[in-house]
């Protein structure tokens, strides 16, 4: 939330932001729903304007992704076209946007934590031969900002960077991430190493339980072929009715 002047008045509004990394046709009715809920828990909390009224909401979506973003910014880009005359009777509306799939690298600017934050998002889906120089300049844009706030939140940003370059980078690689992070950031290299451990555990764990899944499925399937009933491959295997609709449906005995 933050503080504005409207009409000679200090009052406040709302900056709703979403990232979207694929182009989703009903983002402009998700939006919807968010403002809903934040206006319907204000009323609840009873918090309103001096005037009795509700903070202004401002959508506002990042988008940041290697294909074309095809959709208006509109909620009546969703709605069956309609009469002008009945127009005024149908809710609409128009959300800001940030494409950061048309906006250059260098574009970006702003502050040091909106830069580090900005360019990331746009670095995972970037496989230009500069790849490496504009990896590091986002962890000199750390390391700058770790100058100027060296804060525990600091060390917090530089782990939710590193954490969304593994998961989400596409076309880098951790020998890169690791090089570049001893050259800007070597005092936090232990960190990046743990991060980067921790990452790793997450993963085994995540295949180990995709495994189990598997087997789970194998069994019911074989259980089901050898005449049993669905109650007796639930609770043989755990798995809920519905799924097990779902991974049935094709076999036959």
Do not use: C
Request: hydrophobic content about 35%; proline content about 2%.
């Amino acid at each position: 939330m933050y503080e504005i002047v409207i009409n000679q008045e200090k009052t406040y509004v709302y900056l709703l932001f979403e990232h979207k990394s694929y182009d989703y046709k009903y983002t402009a009715l998700q939006l919807l729903r968010y403002m809903y809920n934040i206006w319907d828990l204000d009323i609840k909390q009873k918090r309103l304007t001096k005037n009795k009224k509700l903070q202004p909401i401002i959508p506002f979506v990042v988008y940041a992704s290697d294909k074309e973003w095809t959709r208006e910014n509109t909620l009546s880009y969703l709605l069956e076209k309609i009469p002008d005359p009945v127009k005024k009777h149908v809710p609409d509306y128009e959300y800001l946007m940030l494409n950061l799939q048309v906006k250059d690298f260098d574009e970006i600017k702003g502050e040091l934590l909106t830069q580090i934050m900005l360019k990331t998002m746009k670095i995972v889906f970037m496989k230009d031969i500069n790849l490496d120089e504009r990896l590091r300049e986002i962890l000199h844009l750390m390391k700058l900002y770790k100058n100027v706030e060296n804060t525990q939140e600091t060390l917090e940003v530089f782990e939710l960077l590193i954490r969304y370059l593994l998961r989400a980078a596409k076309y880098l690689n951790k020998d890169q991430l690791e090089e570049s992070v001893q050259k800007e950031l070597p005092e936090w290299r232990s960190d990046y190493m743990s991060i980067a451990d921790v990452l790793r555990k997450e993963g085994k764990e995540e295949g180990k339980e995709e495994g189990r899944e598997e087997e789970k499925k194998e069994t019911a399937i074989n259980l089901y072929k050898m005449g049993l009933t669905m109650d007796q491959i639930a609770q043989g295997t755990g798995l809920d009715k519905e799924k097990l609709k779902e991974i049935l449906k094709d076999v036959e005995r």
